[in-house]
């Protein structure tokens, strides 16, 4: 079965660029997607198909996915930003698969 | 407004059944896949099943097959999960989210909006 594996954390300083990495055999042929979930409430979608943002979602967080690996990257990250951040892709055989997540902690 | 209303928080016993709602509101309901998906305390997502309104044969991930079932009343555009016998582990908050199919990569949909979750707890 597929398998995503992404850091348990990330920590970056107020100001700075996180870049949250999924990886994942041929990665680059899916289309990931990113969802940000804050504590005690429902996941969010921020990036589908690789790069896009759905309404609402500032351009300072973005996504890329090439080889092996997928990159969900926040610019001049906030306070407001820490989260816990999940990869998902779709697999033919198992439907649904979810990166174990990484929480972001801003310094 | 895109709207997933799910029912409150439950307590259970161990054995028990418990069947949990998720109420679509603000688009076509019977138009998109819903999927449900778990959540333990302190971990991360996990799937657990699929399925489109309109057709009865559900989509599970191994894990859960033949532990819940899920079901639809469209006239009232609510989805359900259901247990028969409730376990400990079973205890976790279950979120349903609408899958929508990207216009670049049809095949490879995503979950576009959540509901807020079921708390379930099972506890003798």
């Known amino acids: 079965s597929y398998v995503l594996t992404q850091p348990p954390s990330v920590s970056v300083a107020p100001g700075q660029t996180a870049r949250i990495p999924c990886g994942g055999n041929n990665i680059g042929t899916k289309s990931v997607h990113w969802y940000q979930q804050k504590a005690g409430q429902a996941p969010v979608l921020v990036i589908y198909d690789d790069t896009d943002r759905p309404s609402g979602i500032p351009a300072r967080i973005s996504g890329s996915n090439s080889g092996s690996t997928a990159i969900l990257t926040i610019s001049g990250v906030e306070a407001g930003d820490e989260a816990d951040y999940y990869c998902h892709v779709w697999d033919r055989s198992r439907d649904v698969v979810f990166g174990g997540g990484t929480k972001l902690t801003v310094l | 407004e895109v709207q997933l209303v799910q029912s409150g928080a439950e307590v259970k016993k161990p054995g028990e059944s418990l069947t949990i709602s998720c109420k679509g509101s603000g688009y076509g309901f019977s138009s998109y896949w819903i999927a449900w998906v778990r959540q333990m305390p302190g971990k991360g997502l996990e799937w657990v099943a699929s399925?489109?309104?309109?057709?009865?044969?559900?989509t599970f991930s191994p894990s859960f097959q033949g532990h819940v079932s899920v079901s639809v009343d469209k006239s009232i555009s609510t989805a359900y999960l259901q247990w028969t016998s409730l376990k400990a582990s079973d205890t976790a908050m279950y979120y349903c989210a609408r899958r929508m199919a990207g216009s670049r990569a049809p095949n490879q949909p995503y979950f576009d909006y959540w509901g807020r979750g079921t708390l379930v707890t099972v506890s003798s």
């Open positions: 399925f489109y309104p309109g057709d009865p044969d559900p």
